[in-house]
């Protein structure tokens, strides 16, 4: 399937801002402190749950995570289009936990703590999968987009 330079356009254009929630993130990696996280090997209370959930830490990370899962969406299911590295990546189950944590983040869930989010959340290895995801996709707009 051909796509369109104005196609691949709009696509970057979800890239850009996924990429702007990524960035934003990044900012506040230094700030993470001990405060932002939740104990594993203890029920944290409604507080800490509280606090975490809403931190900008937090936030950035669930809206850069939903964002690229857009972009997932327009490159592999709306434009078909093919990266080997992407289509590697997309192989991972973490991509369907994207997807969930993209409809935690923008569709109303009845619990604080949605278990869609969890999906991804509960894993330390879905992190380097995320910006491995991520570093293809903007390998891939900075290659295609000059030639569109």
């Known amino acids: 399937m051909k796509v369109e330079p104005w196609e691949?356009?709009?696509?970057?254009?979800?890239?850009?801002?996924?990429?702007?929630?990524h960035r934003l993130f990044e900012k506040m990696i230094p700030q993470a402190t001990t405060d932002h996280a939740i104990p594993?090997?203890?029920?944290?209370?409604?507080?800490?749950?509280?606090?975490?959930?809403?931190?900008?830490?937090?936030?950035?990370?669930?809206?850069?995570y939903s964002a690229l899962f857009v972009v997932?969406?327009?490159?592999?299911?709306?434009?078909?289009?093919?990266?080997?590295k992407?289509?590697?990546?997309?192989?991972?189950?973490?991509a369907e936990d994207l997807k969930y944590m993209r409809h935690a983040t923008f569709h109303y869930q009845k619990h604080f703590v949605s278990p869609k989010m969890?999906?991804?959340?509960?894993?330390?290895?879905?992190?380097?999968?995320?910006?491995?995801?991520h570093q293809a996709f903007d390998e891939f707009f900075l290659r295609e987009v000059p030639k569109a």
Not at 51 to 56: F, G, I, K, P, V
Not at 72 to 84: A, Q, S, T, Y
Not at 86 to 94: G, M, V
């Open 72 to 84: 997932v969406e327009g490159f592999r299911d709306d434009l078909k289009l093919h990266d080997p």
């Open 118 to 133: 969890l999906r991804i959340l509960a894993s330390t290895d879905s992190v380097p999968w995320v910006w491995s995801l």
């Open 40 to 64: 594993r090997d203890a029920a944290p209370d409604a507080a800490e749950t509280f606090r975490y959930y809403m931190s900008d830490y937090h936030v950035l990370m669930q809206y850069w």
């Open 8 to 21: 691949l356009a709009s696509l970057h254009r979800y890239f850009i801002a996924a990429n702007k929630m």
């Open 86 to 94: 992407i289509d590697a990546l997309l192989q991972s189950p973490y």
